[in-house]
């Protein structure tokens, strides 16, 4: 039977590629340390290995690892770049090392804040990158680790760049949550929305259920891959965080604060994924 490893798969993303790789029929195995997973999204019908990357003494063979271990705050490798280079890179490259070890091949969650404030919109994944973020660079750097992998060692990945995801179980508190979800819980709780900056600033919500899709379309696409290739996630269609505010109720009171670092806009081109992996968003932001 394909065995499959998904790393952070008690995560919001991880969870539902989890679920599609059961779905398909895989062993499915997970390692995650729970420390931003929860133990309510793990699907009872997978291996679960509570764990931190770092320091467990991997075993088992894989034929596939779904890496979306990551320390995904940008306010937090922000506040503490050492501890976010710490778990993001050398956790990477411990699986990186493992993969070479068993020949596993690797489908690695990367992401659009690589690109920054990007110069070309919509942006295709030739752009060059403008990392704002330790976070943004992290995943640029681990992107080239890959690339050497194959190079010298004959590791197969691929990274996919998925812009901004959102769907069940995506954290509505902390600095892991989006704005979105946020806007459901103030909403839930009679509170106004939050709003950084002025709010014009525009995102591309991509479903995470296309996401889960794509990893298994990525994996395929790796039987006949020649080398590392990026692709960008998202629907291709972009929104105000006002006019996000808006879908989810309109004319709602909002509380405006101080902006943060962050790009402006983000759109991606998905042509590439459409081309190589037969895949488009399906899924659009409506409530």
């Not at 109720?249 to 037969?278: G, H, M, Q, V, W």
């Amino acid at each position: 039977m394909f065995k499959v490893l998904i790393t952070g798969g008690a995560g919001f993303i991880g969870s539902h590629i989890v679920d599609k790789c059961i779905e398909a029929g895989f062993e499915t195995y997970i390692i995650d340390n729970l420390s931003t997973g929860l133990r309510e999204n793990i699907n009872p019908k997978a291996i679960f290995i509570e764990a931190d990357i770092l320091t467990y003494d991997f075993v088992n063979e894989y034929d596939i690892i779904f890496h979306t271990a990551f320390q995904a705050s940008i306010p937090k490798s922000l506040e503490d770049p050492i501890g976010s280079n710490k778990n993001n890179i050398e956790g990477t490259l411990k699986i990186l090392e493992y993969a070479r070890k068993v020949g596993a091949k690797i489908v690695f969650s990367s992401s659009s804040s690589i690109y920054g404030d990007a110069k070309e919109l919509p942006t295709k994944e030739e752009s060059l990158s403008n990392c704002v973020s330790p976070y943004a660079l992290q995943k640029l750097i681990c992107e080239q680790y890959m690339e050497l992998y194959w190079k010298l060692f004959g590791v197969k990945s691929v990274a996919l760049r998925y812009f901004n995801v959102w769907g069940d179980r995506q954290p509505n508190t902390g600095a892991y949550a989006l704005a979105l979800a946020i806007f459901q819980t103030q909403l839930k709780n009679n509170e106004p929305f939050t709003i950084f900056g002025t709010g014009e600033q525009r995102r591309d919500f991509v479903n995470v259920n296309d996401v889960a899709e794509v990893n298994l379309k990525a994996m395929e696409y790796l039987d006949k891959a020649e080398k590392l290739e990026v692709f960008n996630i998202g629907s291709g269609i972009n929104y105000s965080i006002l006019e996000v505010a808006d879908l989810i109720k309109k004319d709602y009171p909002k509380i405006f604060l101080p902006p943060r670092i962050e790009p402006f806009e983000n759109l991606a081109d998905c042509s590439k994924a459409k081309r190589l992996l037969n895949w488009e968003a399906k899924k659009e932001l409506l409530f």
